[in-house]
């Protein structure tokens, strides 16, 4: 059912986190359509909320609303991927930096458990393991930076990608799991030795280097144009 409490502000803020995790999880694929009724059936609210999250989640970048037709997921064309990630390059190698300045914080910790899973993960090809690890690792290095700004760029940043779609699809690609990892393994290192310049530099590369793997890839060549 729809909140009565009034509390107006948080049932929105939940609604829209709830609906643009389901589009984010790959529930509906590219060019899926979604639908208002079964949204609001699903989340027991009515279409009203439902259509307003949706202009939201196309504000981000998430879905096309076409007039008189429907709501579509949209994914970013190939010139929208190559802009973002040259921003995320940008906000993850200063993330890195600023997480080596800091000296020993819990973020390190996590990070030092994240590349020990990643190699299992590795070592088991388990594609659906390391997409998870991979977005705990990012994720974690941004919260360590200690920035509320970097950290409400970031996420918009991330949403605007559909990044774990993205990671699951080079995670199929041979070696590429346990290059990633390694990887991951040379940031955490100059942040340990508390390297700002060394630490920024590596995740630098890493990033890039991801956006090559992605570029490359026969699905993402097809299903993107250039605009």
Same mark, same amino acid.
């Given at each position: ?107 390190? *910790?996590?990070?030092? +458990? %994240? ?10 090809? =388990? /594609?659906?393991?390391? &997409? $998870? ?66 630490? *920024?530099?590596?995740? +630098? %590369? ?10 490359? =890839? /026969?699905?993402?060549? &097809? $299903?993107?144009?250039?605009?």
């Amino acid at each position: 059912m729809e909140n009565l409490t009034g509390d107006t502000h948080g049932s929105e803020g939940a609604l829209l986190d709830r609906v643009r995790h389901l589009v984010l999880s790959g529930r509906f694929p590219p060019g899926a359509p979604v639908s208002e009724v079964l949204l609001a059936q699903e989340f027991e609210v009515s279409r009203t909320p439902i259509r307003e999250t949706l202009k939201q989640l196309q504000h981000e970048g998430l879905v096309e609303i076409r007039p008189k037709v429907g709501t579509f997921v949209r994914e970013p064309t190939r010139r929208e991927i190559v802009e973002l990630f040259q921003l995320k390059e940008c906000l993850e190698g200063m993330a890195a930096g600023l997480l080596a300045r800091r000296g020993p914080v819990p973020e390190l *910790e996590i990070l030092e +458990r %994240n590349v020990e899973e990643s190699d299992k993960a590795a070592a088991s090809q =388990d /594609a659906a393991r390391y &997409a $998870e690890l991979v977005h705990e690792f990012h994720r974690t290095l941004i919260l360590g930076a200690d920035n509320s700004k970097l950290v409400e760029h970031y996420d918009r940043l991330m949403n605007q990608l559909a990044y774990h779609r993205l990671v699951l699809r080079t995670a199929e690609h041979p070696g590429r799991i346990t290059t990633s990892t390694g990887e991951h393994r040379a940031v955490l290192a100059m942040i340990r030795a508390k390297d700002h310049f060394g630490a *920024e530099a590596a995740m +630098r %590369n890493h990033v890039y280097a991801s956006s090559r793997e992605l570029l490359t =890839d /026969a699905r993402t060549a &097809a $299903e993107h144009t250039l605009s």
